[in-house]
């Protein structure tokens, strides 16, 4: 069995792991990235419909592009998958640097350095794949996850807060009734405004999101 043929299958476990670990630090850190830019926007004032939602868009999109980023280069720059570093893996089942000398020495011709590539390749073949365990990166998962909860409570008070031109709306009825009020017309005509009043509260109160409500407001 070649050297290759024989390290092979924990190549392949060593790369799930890497891309594993990799994919959890882009991650955190594109999570990072989105929680910074939705604090930042939660302090810019919001001058016109749809600009919250774009806010948030716009976080979401630079955290995700950030994470597949910076994944990708820690995966293919931080993480070697050379024959040593597989030996060396391998080493750590209780084969007592057996692989890696095995690698060292993989060239040497003298008769004891076959036996210990025979020695070596014996003690390998004994072995499950399985007993290479994939080092899940448990500390970097649980900093993505308290991120992620941070970023989904910012953009919770986001949902929360209330639409700006429905807020602008409620202060111009509240002006144009103020106005009614104190105004010399005739109680008649006083009602009949109220009324119209009255219809564009309920409208708003629908959906101010609306572009029917917006051209409302501007009919206010």
Do not use: W
Not at 56 to 72: D, P
Not at 160 to 183: G, L, M, R
Not at 189 to 206: G, Q, R, T, V, W
């Amino acid at each position: 069995m070649g050297m290759n043929d024989l390290v092979r299958p924990y190549k392949k476990r060593l790369i799930i792991e890497s891309l594993i670990r990799a994919s959890a630090i882009g991650l955190f850190f594109g999570l990072c990235l989105t929680l910074t830019l939705a604090v930042v926007f939660r302090f810019i004032p919001v001058n016109h419909y749809g600009m919250q939602s774009s806010y948030v868009l716009i976080a979401i999109g630079a955290g995700v592009l950030c994470a597949l980023v910076l994944g990708t280069i820690i995966y293919l720059r931080r993480y070697n998958h050379g024959i040593m570093t597989i030996a060396k893996r391998i080493d750590e089942l209780g084969l007592e640097e057996r692989v890696s000398t095995m690698v060292e020495y993989q060239a040497d011709p003298s008769y004891v350095a076959k036996l210990q590539r025979e020695d070596a390749t014996a003690r390998v073949s004994q072995l499950s794949t399985k007993a290479l365990k994939i080092r899940v990166p448990k500390r970097i998962l649980m900093g993505c996850l308290s991120v992620l909860l941070a970023t989904l409570l910012v953009f919770t008070v986001y949902a929360k807060e209330p639409n700006p031109h429905y807020k602008k709306a409620q202060e111009v009825i509240e002006y144009i009734d103020e106005i009614i009020d104190n105004s010399n017309l005739s109680d008649k005509d006083k009602e009949a405004l109220d009324e119209i009043l009255d219809s564009y509260k309920d409208s708003l109160k629908e959906d101010i999101t609306k572009e029917d409500n917006l051209e409302l407001l501007d009919k206010i």
